[in-house]
C-alpha cells in the first residue's frame, strides 16, 4: 500500500510558477511509475506527466511541454512537478499517482492517487 500527499498548490498570477511535490509513504515507491493528472472544474481528469521508476524518461501532455516539468527523487520518495509561465487555463486540482503497472496516458493504469492540491491562476 502507497499513500500519497501532494503539496505546493496555491493562488498565482498568470506567468508565474510553482513547484508541486508529491510525498510517498509505503513500500515500493522506487518500482513505480509515477504521475500527475489534473482535473478542472467541469473537465474530465487529464493527464500531465509521468516519470517511471528509471527516470531516464519522463512524458507530458503535448500542450504542456517545455512549460512543465517533472523528476523524483527514490531516496526520499518524493516527485515533483515544476509548473512555469502558468496560464489561467491550468487552473485545476493536481493529482499525483503511482502505477506498478507501468506507464500509461489513462488514469485507470494507476493504483494509487493523492487527494490533490488545488493550483489557480488569476489572470
Known amino acids: 500500500q502507497v499513500q500519497l500527499v501532494e503539496s505546493g498548490g496555491g493562488l498565482v498570477q498568470a506567468g508565474g510558477s510553482l513547484r508541486l511535490s508529491c510525498a510517498a509513504s509505503g513500500r515500493g515507491f522506487s518500482s513505480y511509475t509515477m504521475a500527475w493528472f489534473r482535473q478542472a472544474p467541469g473537465k474530465e481528469r487529464e493527464f500531465v506527466s509521468a516519470i517511471p521508476w528509471y527516470s531516464t524518461n519522463t512524458y507530458y501532455a503535448d500542450s504542456l511541454k517545455g512549460r512543465f516539468t517533472t523528476s523524483r527523487d527514490n531516496a526520499k520518495n518524493t516527485v515533483d512537478l515544476q509548473m512555469n509561465s502558468l496560464k489561467a487555463e491550468d487552473t485545476a486540482v493536481y493529482y499525483c499517482?503511482?502505477?506498478?503497472?507501468?506507464?500509461?496516458?489513462?488514469?485507470?493504469?494507476?493504483?494509487?492517487w493523492g487527494q490533490g492540491t488545488q493550483v489557480t491562476v488569476s489572470s
Open positions: 499517482a503511482a502505477s506498478t503497472r507501468g506507464f500509461s496516458r489513462s488514469g485507470t493504469t494507476y493504483n494509487y
